[in-house]
């Protein structure tokens, strides 16, 4: 099977039969789906080289904001991840108000405003319980 593009423009499969060591016979021929010819011109794609080194961090960061990663699976590696999730954030919406009142409370307590809420929260469901 060969892929290619006609001199017309046209993207096609040819399918063949191989007749010998150096001679095939071609056996059919169709236009080739989506999914073909997004590999065939991912697989004839010109790609940049990576550099060796970057200069800069912003350098680096140019290069990858106009290349796509999926162009340099040769630098692939699988790698093993950990993640322990030690504690789940939650976000609330509250009123302007409050938050304005919270900031000024935390302030003066010299405490942060996620602490100050937590333990407001936390002292409220104690005394409900």
Request: hydrophobic share 35%; aromatic share 12%.
């Amino acid at each position: 099977m060969a892929y290619g593009q006609t001199s017309g423009g046209r993207y096609l499969v040819v399918f063949f039969v191989q007749k010998s060591r150096d001679a095939a016979l071609p056996i059919s021929a169709r236009d080739m789906t989506t999914s073909e010819r997004r590999y065939y011109e991912q697989k004839n794609k010109k790609v940049d080289p990576i550099p060796n080194e970057f200069s800069t961090y912003e350098e680096a960061a140019d290069f990858w904001d106009s290349h796509d990663t999926t162009d340099y699976p040769e630098f692939f590696q699988d790698v093993p991840v950990k993640a322990e999730f030690r504690r789940r954030r939650f976000q609330v919406e509250v009123d302007e108000e409050v938050i304005k009142a919270l900031r000024k409370q935390a302030q003066k307590l010299g405490i942060s405003v996620d602490f100050l809420a937590n333990d407001i929260l936390q002292q409220q469901m104690q005394n409900t319980a």
